[in-house]
T-cell receptor
């Protein structure tokens, strides 16, 4: 079992839909949880990060962490065609010496 | 803040030549930078961790003599692909974490990536 599991998709939704992207993990030491967006042939762009459990909201994006279930989610409200990209989750234990473990990414397609 | 600049964005070279890719943290100091390789529709593959002022740490299976990494300052790391061959063609991405950000050192900020095509 990989440390971080993420369904590669593709996930295809109509414009305006609410999108739910998810990752599961096995390492209970993970405390930092990040979501990146990667457009084709570009580097990943940090969307949001959370520390420990709870929710965090930024505009149309909400990140949710459920440590008891080892499950994290990214919700996108009112999805737009410009949201079409690959979304990668990443996570790490606390302490600056740890390199984040990345999921393989979920490809999202928002069609007009 | 937390901008990482990578260049060139695209390079085409002949087989047997060497190619240097630069990664700069523009508005923060990065004691550690990372180099990744990504094949089409696949996830990031960590190649090496670049430490300022010391030798890079390479992941298993990555040839250190093939992929030379230099991290001479707190804002610059370079990756040189030596004697490049067509199988080295790929998308290379660097990232950096902010040394001064306390617990947020775990957060990585990525460059835009370099597409290498070896003919």
């Amino acid at each position: 079992q990989k440390e971080v599991e993420q369904d590669p998709g593709p996930l295809s939704v109509p414009e305006g839909a609410i999108v739910s992207l998810n990752c599961t993990y096995s390492n209970s030491a993970f405390q930092y949880f990040m979501w990146y967006r990667q457009y084709s042939r570009k580097g990943p762009e940090l969307l949001m990060y959370t520390y420990s459990s709870g929710n965090k909201e930024d505009g149309r994006f909400t990140a949710q962490v459920d440590k008891s279930s080892k499950y994290i989610s990214l919700f996108i409200r009112d999805s737009q065609p410009s949201d079409s990209a690959t979304y990668l989750c990443a996570m790490s234990p606390p302490g600056g010496s740890y390199i984040p473990t990345f999921g393989r990414g979920t490809s999202l397609i928002v069609h007009p | 803040g937390a901008v990482v600049s990578q260049h060139p964005s695209w390079v085409i070279c002949k087989s047997g030549t060497s190619v240097k890719i630069e990664c700069r943290s523009l508005d923060f100091q990065a004691t550690t930078m990372f180099w990744y390789r990504q094949f089409p529709k696949q996830s990031l593959m960590l190649m090496a961790t670049s430490n300022e002022g010391s030798k890079a740490t390479y992941e298993q299976g990555v040839e250190k003599d093939k992929f030379l990494i230099n991290h001479a300052s707190l804002t610059l790391s370079t990756l040189t692909v030596t004697s490049a061959h067509p199988e080295d063609s790929s998308f290379y991405i660097c990232s950096a974490s902010n040394a001064a950000s306390g617990g947020l050192k775990n957060i990585q900020y990525f460059g835009a990536g370099t597409r290498l095509s070896v003919l």
